[in-house]
């Protein structure tokens, strides 16, 4: 497997650590745009993984709970309160966010309704993070996928 950086909606992206609540994750997947195709109904005609993985491990002052959820909506930046809401991780011990970890991965042909936009979201619960990072991206095979160091020094 090699990822495509227009699959790929967050590459080592600091976690929000503004507050509890939602907020919007890297960039989004326009499914309008070439080597995404959709059935009329707005499902996939093709198996296309979601995969969330934690690049750094997250931290709290508290007992922060955070889950990541899969929308879609017609603008390009999903509303955080409208947006349609396709698959939710549930919410998530920071016990559980720890370097490496894949933490949320879903098979979008089961999708159904599919606006424009896909997204990914972050539900901070019980107390804000204080650090912590993120990959995400869609690939066609999740089980090939791991991670390696960008070699950069």
């Known amino acids: 497997m090699i990822l495509d950086d227009r699959a790929e909606?967050?590459?080592?992206?600091?976690?929000?650590?503004?507050?509890?609540?939602t907020s919007n994750l890297g960039d989004t997947i326009d499914t309008q745009a070439g080597g995404i195709t959709r059935t009329p109904d707005g499902t996939f005609s093709a198996d296309l993984y979601l995969v969330v993985r934690v690049a750094q491990a997250f931290t709290s002052g508290g007992a922060a709970?955070?889950?990541?959820?899969?929308?879609?909506d017609e603008t390009g930046t999903p509303s955080t309160t409208t947006a349609t809401v396709h698959a939710t991780s549930g919410a998530l011990p920071l016990a559980s966010l720890t370097a490496?970890?894949?933490?949320?991965?879903i098979n979008c042909r089961e999708l159904q309704r599919?606006?424009?936009?896909?997204?990914?979201?972050q539900v901070t619960g019980v107390a804000a993070l204080t650090g912590g990072a993120l990959d995400v991206f869609f690939t066609d095979s999740p089980a090939l996928s791991r991670n390696y160091a960008d070699n950069v020094r």
């Open 114 to 121: 599919v606006e424009r936009f896909l997204g990914v979201q």
């Open 100 to 105: 490496g970890a894949t933490i949320f991965c």
């Open 9 to 21: 909606l967050a590459d080592n992206l600091a976690a929000n650590t503004g507050a509890t609540g």
């Open 65 to 72: 709970t955070v889950a990541f959820r899969l929308v879609s």
